[in-house]
């Protein structure tokens, strides 16, 4: 390029900011705050990701063969994958004993808890959320313009099914979001309960969040043909190990599958991700040593904790709560030993609760030592 159109020419004045939409306007940008900085630079430490309560282990080695052979053909990658994942949906009807037609595949089951929220939700909708639980649904549901109702049990780690049911009846929210069991807590609704809160209010569209269903071995999924206002979703992000695969699903009866299809885009699934979870389902005895396994390390943790006389709440899914004096301090110690683990202290009711993810025997005793050393440190008198 001749050197005289470089020339820069008198700054213009900045552009105005082009305004967001109205309800975007309200919103915070929602706090993620990533550990995997910090990992890639402490390379001398070994570290214990467990902030995200994500497997601690890769997926099975199934996932890993499929994609790799199905990257064989290059030309999987510059085509499009099978559009709405229907190659999945065959393997989840039948896993699941459902019909296709009440299967929607998404991007992680974020994407489906969003797809659900731009489909139903209008400005000024009431979305009933039973909390503390998962923070970004709730990014979702206001982006729309929803006003969200909290529902806070009197004991954070129990059940409240009269205190939700009283909620649903007053309220008559347009959306109900219950994440069972529960992240962060771990409450845990039986069938017969999340029944009972479909029969609450039934015009209300009730999402069972089923992300960490499979360490539990309970699912809402058995009531999808009773209930019409019923909607569950699951991932592949937790115990099959593929958070970086961004895989996920909704089960619900055929209209909300052909609502959602309105807006969710065909081809947004990516083909890896396509091939990882069909790998992924079947093979289900690495599935359930995983599982085995993560129960094991929380009984040992469990132990471990209560023998120091630290309070310590186990929980049905893959991570557990304990509560520290000096929660915050507990959490910036065991970051630089390595253990990444997620402050909930600041939540209502929650006061002094750091979450662990669990993974590993091998890998928690490991962490308990490292836990061990903070807790010394911390007690240790100053000089
Ligand atoms: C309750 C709950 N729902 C959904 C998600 C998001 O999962 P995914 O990776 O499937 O989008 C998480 C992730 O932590 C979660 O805890």
């Not at 999402?207 to 009773?226: M, N, P, Q, R, T």
Request: aromatic share 8%; net charge neutral.
């Amino acid at each position: 390029m001749p050197h005289s159109r470089l020339r820069i020419a008198a700054t213009p004045a900045a552009p105005k900011a082009l305004p967001v939409a109205k309800p975007i306007r309200q919103l915070e940008p929602y706090k993620a705050v990533s550990s995997l900085e910090h990992i890639h630079q402490n390379p001398q430490v070994e570290p214990h990701k467990i902030d995200w309560n994500e497997a601690t282990v890769p997926p099975s080695p199934r996932v890993i063969e499929a994609i790799t052979a199905f990257l064989g053909n290059t030309h999987h990658l510059n085509w499009y994958p099978v559009l709405n994942s229907t190659n999945l949906i065959e393997r989840l009807a039948l896993f699941h004993g459902v019909p296709g037609d009440r299967l929607l595949i998404t991007n992680g089951s974020d994407d489906a808890l969003n797809t659900l929220c731009t489909t139903y939700l209008d400005g000024g909708d009431r979305v009933l959320v039973a909390s503390p639980t998962y923070q970004h649904f709730l990014v979702f549901a206001q982006s729309r313009g929803a006003e969200i109702v909290h529902h806070y049990a009197p004991d954070p780690f129990a059940t409240d099914v009269d205190g939700l049911v009283a909620a649903l009846e007053r309220t008559r929210p347009r959306i109900f979001y219950l994440v069972n069991p529960n992240n962060p807590t771990g409450t845990l609704y039986t069938p017969a309960q999340v029944a009972r809160l479909l029969e609450a209010s039934p015009e209300t569209l009730v999402i069972v969040d089923e992300a960490y269903s499979e360490f539990a071995g309970v699912s809402a999924v058995g009531l999808l043909h009773e209930y019409s206002n019923l909607v569950v979703t699951r991932t592949f992000s937790k115990a099959y190990g593929m958070a970086g695969l961004r895989i996920g699903y909704a089960l619900a009866r055929p209209q909300v599958v052909a609502d959602l299809r309105r807006v969710f885009n065909p081809k947004s699934v990516n083909v890896l991700a396509q091939v990882g979870a069909m790998a992924a389902l079947d093979d289900q005895p690495w599935l359930h040593a995983y599982i085995a396994e993560v129960d094991a390390a929380k009984a040992l943790m469990a132990e471990w904790f209560a023998a120091r006389g630290i309070e310590c709440r186990p929980t049905p899914a893959n991570f557990i709560m304990v509560r520290f004096e000096q929660a915050p301090w507990v959490v910036k110690l065991l970051m630089e030993e390595g253990v990444y683990v997620r402050d909930r202290s600041h939540l209502p009711n929650l006061a002094g609760f750091v979450r662990y993810s669990v993974g590993t025997v091998d890998q928690m005793r490991e962490v308990l030592a490292r836990t061990g050393r903070v807790l010394d440190t911390l007690a240790a008198p100053v000089r």
